[in-house]
């Protein structure tokens, strides 16, 4: 339909756009470009812009359609539409209508002042509004008559859907039986949304992939395809599940219309949910200013990512129906309710170049450097593409079209190329044979077997020593308060620091004179500087870099020595001996107490005062045979009122428990904080784990 040098343009003109707004001249162009995105979206199943791009184009598009007369082939001028004509159709008992969107806190209150004027009302006092999750899946509508599913049908172009009662029976949160004589109603038509939970999502594709069969892009992919399948086992085996969030049609046995007496959308929420349905429950609030429902909905925004299901805004109500019936309609849309939707965590963008950084250790991680593009409100202009494998397994190529996606805290990363948009000059990323850092040595990288980085095997590398030494004064590592990366890249350039002990010699007079440094703050640094040096060894251990050598190592080690040069006569097996260390980081460590230069490094920091002795705080906790906790698992989740995490993993460590990260059959107890969430619910659902409050806590440990 499309060929790739016209999904190209199409791409490219899209972006411009999003730069600079289209104009009446465009108009023309910018009705072929939302048909483009449209297809590729629905007929050819891949998209090349984000969900939010399309709809900030389609605002765009609209403007201008309030100027000059819509053709009418735009987009605009249909509502969507999922029929593919190949099985029945059935009118449904009302309209399904859409939703118009909002995107921020503005967009809302604009929806409020609109909501006021069309209920003819004053101003907005007491107008109660509901808001709850957008699932993003597939829409359908139930019918029911004489308490008995009769019906399921998907929305169609919102007047006619595709008949589908067999699949809709076949999942199991639908009942195929409901009170609804209890209430008076004869007749009813639900609304609601089917949808893959993410942990149902994960196991239906590894199911997949065992049995050689193609992987669904996504939950909604495979919900509506589930929906839409002329096999109602295949649907079963989806595992989906429909959420109902509207009843959009009730009458009793003579014909009258039950749903005024129902008062509210929240009521009846309510209801459906007595009645057996699977609602948004909880997820839903009944909100007495638009601006709890603003607050609600930022709620669900930060927290969306740990949610079972995925959600792609909310949507906002009018909670009286008497006032949404004043209010009204569009031909697409209920006045009285806007979706909200979430900024976009998946766009596509450029690949324009690869840079390469040396880590600490030497290795070479690969980063793309792409067109700015935003994602989850956050502008993102380079990736890293991790290691050589990762760029080969996804065939990528400078030029390529990416799909990138930032999710909730995660690091932004590139999902993959559309192959479609290549026009064949994409150029292929070839990986340094040599170290990036000073090429003029041609240095060869070496990767060693089952790592999958390629390392400069050349520990004074400069840009390995750089790097090294940012890491040493990190709060991870030595916490040399104040010391930052700014710091050290300054003092490097000065020529102050070749080697990880030069920390504890800095020409402080000199440091004074550099722009930027007063008296004050040299005398900051140097009193930080002066304090790590007291640190415990496990942090010095942790902060020489040693490659494997982590946190947990560093304290292992530190609980074994009085003094760190002890480890020089350490051999293999000895460091092999202790709990948790395996053969790789002990091969390091004797390698590293071999090398004469780390030797004389040491002497040196010693020399200049850094602390090499164990302290009480590097030897280990002391635990006696009664104390409550011995033998149990233990973690903590939400926050705690009156101490710190880490102070009451260290109470916990004291009494004898052990602490774990992550919630499963081997966990005892759960201490939960306030707003205590997803991990709090996981230990509820196994049953097998003790839960504590703080207070419940403490009394324990604390005789
Ligand atoms: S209310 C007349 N509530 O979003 C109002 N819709 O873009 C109709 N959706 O077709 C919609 N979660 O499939 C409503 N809690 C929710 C929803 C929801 C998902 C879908 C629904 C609708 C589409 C509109």
């Not at 104040?482 to 800095?506: Q, T």
Request: charged share 25%; aromatic share 8%.
């Amino acid at each position: 339909m499309y060929t790739p040098q016209q999904k190209k343009q199409f791409y490219n003109q899209s972006k411009q756009w999003l730069n600079t707004s289209a104009t009446e001249a465009d108009y023309d162009a910018l009705v072929d470009n939302l048909k483009f995105h449209e297809w590729a979206y629905y007929v050819g199943n891949a998209s090349v812009i984000g969900d939010e791009e399309y709809d900030l184009l389609f605002k765009q598009l609209e403007q201008i359609e309030s100027i000059v007369v819509p053709r009418h082939d735009s987009p605009s001028q249909r509502v969507s539409n999922d029929l593919k004509g190949d099985s029945q159709t059935v009118e449904h008992l009302v309209p399904m209508l859409s939703l118009g969107n909002s995107y921020n806190a503005e967009d809302l209150q604009d929806f409020h002042k609109q909501v006021i004027k069309n209920a003819f009302l004053e101003d907005g006092v007491g107008i109660e509004y509901t808001a709850e999750p957008k699932y993003d899946g597939g829409s359908v509508a139930l019918v029911y008559e004489n308490d008995l599913l009769v019906r399921g049908a998907t929305r169609g172009n919102g007047s006619k859907g595709e008949e589908m009662t067999a699949n809709a029976k076949a999942m199991s949160s639908v009942p195929l039986k409901a009170m609804f004589s209890e209430y008076g109603i004869y007749k009813a038509e639900l609304r609601g949304e089917s949808i893959i939970s993410k942990a149902d999502f994960d196991v239906i594709n590894a199911d997949r992939l065992a049995n050689d069969e193609v992987l669904f892009a996504n939950p909604r992919n495979a919900a509506t395809g589930g929906l839409r399948t002329k096999d109602a086992n295949e649907t079963k085996k989806r595992r989906i599940q429909t959420f109902i969030f509207q009843l959009g049609y009730a009458i009793d046995k003579n014909g009258n219309d039950l749903l005024p007496s129902l008062k509210t959308h929240y009521n009846t929420l309510e209801l459906l949910a007595k009645l057996g349905f699977k609602t948004p429950g909880e997820g839903a609030r009944l909100c007495n200013t638009i601006e709890e429902a603003i607050e609600f909905c930022a709620e669900w925004e930060a927290k969306r990512d740990t949610y079972g299901y995925e959600i792609d805004g909310m949507v906002v109500k009018v909670n009286s129906f008497d006032l949404q019936e004043t209010i009204g309609y569009t031909q697409h849309h209920p006045k009285w309710a806007i979706a909200y939707k979430f900024k976009a965590k998946q766009s596509t963008s450029k690949l324009i170049g690869v840079e390469y950084q040396i880590g600490k250790i030497g290795s070479v991680t690969p980063v793309a450097k792409l067109d700015p593009v935003q994602l989850a409100g956050v502008t993102v202009s380079s990736v890293s593409l991790h290691n050589e494998d990762f760029i080969t397994s996804r065939d990528l190529r400078i030029g390529d079209t990416v799909v990138v996606e930032r999710a909730g805290d995660v690091i932004p990363y590139i999902v993959k190329a559309l192959e479609d948009l290549r026009d064949g000059s994409e150029q292929p990323i070839t990986f340094p044979q040599y170290c990036p850092s000073n090429i003029e040595d041609n240095i060869g990288l070496v990767r060693l077997e089952g790592e999958s980085a390629w390392r400069c095997p050349d520990c004074s590398c400069g840009e390995q020593i750089l790097q090294r030494m940012i890491f040493h004064v990190s709060k991870d590592a030595m916490d040399i308060d104040g010391f930052g990366k700014s710091y050290v890249e300054k003092f490097y350039e000065m020529g102050w620091l070749r080697d990880l002990a030069d920390i504890y010699d800095l020409p402080y007079d000199q440091i004074q004179e550099l722009e930027g440094f007063g008296e004050r703050s040299v005398m900051k640094l140097k009193k930080a500087i002066e304090k790590a040096k007291q640190n415990p060894i496990h942090r010095l251990l942790h902060s020489l870099t040693i490659h494997h050598l982590g946190k947990k190592g560093g304290k292992l080690f530190a609980e074994e020595v009085g003094h760190v040069m002890d480890f020089r006569t350490w051999t293999i097996e000895d460091f092999e001996g202790i709990k948790d260390i395996g053969p790789v980081l002990a091969r390091n460590m004797v390698d590293w107490f071999a090398d004469e230069r780390n030797i004389a490094l040491l002497e040196r920091m010693e020399d200049l005062g850094v602390n090499l002795t164990q302290l009480e705080a590097d030897k280990p906790i002391q635990v006696s045979a009664d104390a409550p906790l011995v033998g149990k698992t233990i973690l903590f989740t939400g926050t705690l009122q009156t101490m710190g995490r880490k102070e009451a993993q260290q109470l916990a460590a004291k009494a004898g428990a052990k602490n774990i990260s992550a919630i499963s059959s081997k966990l005892d107890i759960l201490v939960a904080g306030e707003k205590a969430g997803s991990k709090l619910k996981k230990a509820e659902a196994l049953g097998t784990v003790q839960i504590l409050t703080e207070e419940a806590f403490v009394a324990l440990v604390k005789p």
